[in-house]
């Protein structure tokens, strides 16, 4: 009906005047449904951004398989947790007997999950990056776009970015060190860094209890890492997993060639949107 509405609207009215007012409007309903639901934002992100997240409708399939697969009494990882959108899912999923563990390196997005994670008891967040080793690292951030911060000098964007420094750790460690546990579903979107934070948890997947894998695959990222795509996915396969790219269904990926994953990346002029969500099950 919306849209219907909106091509109405555009077709036989479209005054600017009356544009600027209605698009105030909404950006104050928008604003105020979220102060509402408690769920905070950069100043970069726009109304449909907002409200996508704010309906969960953000990564639709990505998220549709997260909510099927998290169970009441889980524990779930989140890396690269951004403002907390997945974290925030995951906690009202696995309820008060389960535990979401969040990870975010850039200060910026942490200062997001903090406020919308503090009323979240089952939440443990962390200003860290998880990568392969630990210690103080070359960080890169992103004014204009809250999602591309990454510990990779040279991916695909032609965004001004600033180096940082931020606190990096690897995830055996700190799983031992801190006595996590079982974990049943680990989330990764790290731009680029995923390579080298799976070095940094083989411990885990290789593990007798290895937790599911949820993704995001970019693999012009990957490369800029120094990793080759269908490498990675033969590591992950190593590990001990089976791998299906998420769509409305699992599809089984083939890893026989680099074929049987292009013809599933989206094509764009800034290799900005060029991923896919994976799920990684445990062949055990």
Known sequence: M?????????????WPFLDRCIYRVLNLLTDMYARLRDFYFPKTFIRRSKLDMLFELYEKDAVS???????????VVDIGAHI????????????????????????????????????RLNVRIYNLAVTDRTGEIDFYHYDEKA?????LS?????????????????LDALAKEQKLGRLDLIKMDIEGGE?????GMEGLLRGPSRP?????FAPAWIRAAGDEPLNFLRRLESYGYELFIIKRTL???DTKSAAGYAAHIPRTPTHYNEFIHLFCASRV
Do not use: Q, W
């Open 2 to 14: 919306i849209p219907i509405l909106r091509t109405l609207y555009r077709r036989y009215i479209h």
């Open 65 to 75: 398989f997260f909510k099927s697969f998290i169970r009441p009494g889980m524990s």
């Open 154 to 170: 040279n991916v695909p964007l032609d965004f001004k970015k600033r180096k940082i420094s931020v606190t990096a750790v690897h």
């Open 147 to 151: 999602g591309c911060h990454s510990i």
């Open 84 to 119: 907390g959108y997945y974290t925030r899912i995951a906690s009202r999923l696995v309820g008060p007997r389960g535990r979401v563990f969040s990870f975010e390196a850039d200060p910026e997005n942490f200062s997001f999950l903090k406020r919308n994670t503090s009323d």
């Open 195 to 199: 390579s080298a934070a799976l070095k």
């Open 212 to 216: 599911g894998l949820l993704l995001e």
């Open 251 to 253: 599809i089984p990926l």
